[in-house]
């Protein structure tokens, strides 16, 4: 694949997004340390200028900022850090005013950070004239890898349609240091698990599969597709009901 002229055409439709939506604006991104915010901001930093990209690293209690700082730095854009482990921990403590025993489900607790980051990255932008980036990719989309209204929320997507494997061609073309564009996937917290490891198949069975519909191991792509059937409706548009319009109010 020529990844030099993919590249052109995803800094081509940011910059155009932004001309409709937001001349003057700034991308706003959650630098995590990985390859897609690293890939992303690099991007818009391309298509929009240097001074018009925002970093925000926003680590919990615990967690690394995974070289955040190195990466923005060595974009040349602005850097943020912004800790939200007084925001988890005041959030966790309402759990038990639900009456449930236990407070919230750990699955819901999980999810509390990422919905928080979100929350953060718009008040960043709402505050310096900025639309935030979602930096969710195919990859994890298809099969569900992401929060509702947390990291998978964001005002323009710049890698919604590409899969991993084109994520990193894209990093390698533009010359990211191979440390943060190959970098194994994993949430950062102390003892985390690789991606591919909670998955249980890699991002190039997943690629492979998407792209060509192929995967040799069966029980492999019944897993594929079960996650994916069970998490579809996190990238659909929000269902109203249609018979509304037929409503004479």
């Not at 494997?165 to 190959?182: Q, Y």
């Not at 991606?195 to 040799?216: A, M, N, P, S």
Request: hydrophobic share 40%; with cysteine.
């Amino acid at each position: 694949m020529d990844y030099i002229s993919l590249k052109d055409k995803c800094v081509g439709w940011i910059r155009t997004w932004f001309e409709t939506n937001g001349p003057t604006c700034s991308a706003v991104i959650g630098m995590s340390g990985g390859k897609d915010s690293t890939v992303c901001a690099a991007l818009c930093a391309e298509a929009l200028g240097k001074d018009r990209v925002i970093g925000v690293a926003m680590p919990s209690d615990g967690q690394s900022i995974n070289e955040a700082d190195q990466i923005c730095s060595w974009l040349g854009i602005k850097y943020l850090c912004l800790p939200i482990g007084k925001a988890e921990s005041a959030l966790r403590s309402l759990g038990p005013l639900t009456g449930v025993p236990d407070g919230f489900s750990r699955q819901s607790i999980l999810n509390i950070p990422p919905r928080i980051r979100m929350t953060i990255l718009y008040a960043v932008a709402q505050t310096m004239n900025g639309m935030v980036a979602n930096t969710c990719n195919l990859s994890e989309d298809y099969i569900g890898y992401a929060t509702l209204f947390g990291d998978a929320a964001g005002s323009f997507s710049p890698l919604g349609k590409l899969c991993v494997r084109e994520i990193r061609g894209i990093g390698h073309a533009m010359g990211i240091p191979s440390r943060w564009v190959d970098k194994k996937p994993d949430d950062g917290l102390p003892g985390s698990m690789a991606d591919e490891d909670k998955f249980g198949f890699t991002y190039d069975v997943l690629d492979k599969y998407i792209r060509e519909g192929i995967c040799e191991d069966a029980a492999i792509r019944e897993k594929i597709d079960r996650m994916h059937r069970a998490n579809a409706f996190k990238t659909e548009m929000l269902h109203i009901p249609s018979f509304i319009v037929d409503l004479e109010l």
